[in-house]
C-alpha cells in the first residue's frame, strides 16, 4: 500500500479552501461572469444571506482566490473578482461544475 | 449578466457529495489504492475515528460512489472500493489533490 504520509492530504486542502455552503458557486459566477457587485451575486445565487455572502467573499480574499475592489464613490461601489490566483482554480470549479451536472442528471 | 437560474448551482451538487471533513481523502486513497479495509483507511488517514470513517463511507455508498463488499467471512472481512459511477469522479479527485498540493506550497 502506498504510504501517502503528507502534513495533510492535499484534496483535504483543496476542500477545505472550497468548502462553505456558496463557496463553490461564487467562484463559478466570478470565474464565469468576471468582476461581480455583491448585489448581482445576490441575485445569481438564490438563498444566501448578505451575510453570509460578504464574510464567505470575505474568506475567499483572505485565500488570496478573490479581489475585493473598492472604487471610491458615494454611495459605496465594491466590487469582487478572481484574482490572478484563483484562477488557477477555475478548470477545477469548471470540473466541479460539469461533475456536479451529471451527477444532478444521475440522481434525476 | 448571463443568467445562471439552475435547481442549484451543479458546482454546490459536487462540492455537497464530496465535503464532509475526509470524504476527499477516502477517494483519493480509494483512487489510488483500489479496495481497501476500513483498517488499512484508518492508517492512511491520520485523525479520523472509526466511527466518522464508517459514517462517511456509508454516506459514499449511499450516492453512489464507493461499493461495499462483505467478504462472507469470520471475522468480519469488508472492503470499500470505488464504483464504476465513482470512477467518474477520478480526475476531479486527481484535479483536487494537485490545486491542493500547490495551495499547500503557496501557503507554506
Redesign the interface.
Known amino acids: 500500500?502506498?504510504?501517502?504520509?503528507e502534513?495533510?492530504?492535499?484534496?483535504?486542502?483543496?476542500?477545505g479552501?472550497?468548502?462553505g455552503?456558496?463557496?463553490?458557486?461564487i467562484?463559478?459566477?466570478l470565474h464565469?461572469?468576471g468582476a461581480?457587485r455583491p448585489g448581482?451575486l445576490r441575485r445569481?445565487?438564490?438563498g444566501v444571506s448578505e451575510a453570509v455572502l460578504l464574510r464567505q467573499l470575505a474568506e475567499l480574499v483572505d485565500d488570496?482566490l478573490v479581489v475585493r475592489t473598492d472604487h471610491g464613490t458615494w454611495p459605496l461601489h465594491v466590487s469582487y473578482e478572481i484574482s490572478e490566483?484563483g484562477a488557477?482554480?477555475g478548470?477545477?470549479?469548471e470540473?466541479?461544475?460539469?461533475?456536479?451536472?451529471?451527477?444532478?442528471a444521475?440522481i434525476g
Chains 1, 2 share one sequence.
Open positions: 500500500m502506498r504510504g501517502l504520509a502534513p495533510q492530504c492535499p484534496v483535504d486542502t483543496a476542500m479552501v472550497l468548502s455552503r456558496w463557496k463553490g458557486s467562484l463559478w459566477r464565469e461572469n461581480m448581482e445569481e445565487i438564490s488570496g490566483y488557477t482554480a478548470p477545477l470549479v470540473q466541479l461544475c460539469a461533475w456536479g451536472r451529471a451527477h444532478q444521475r
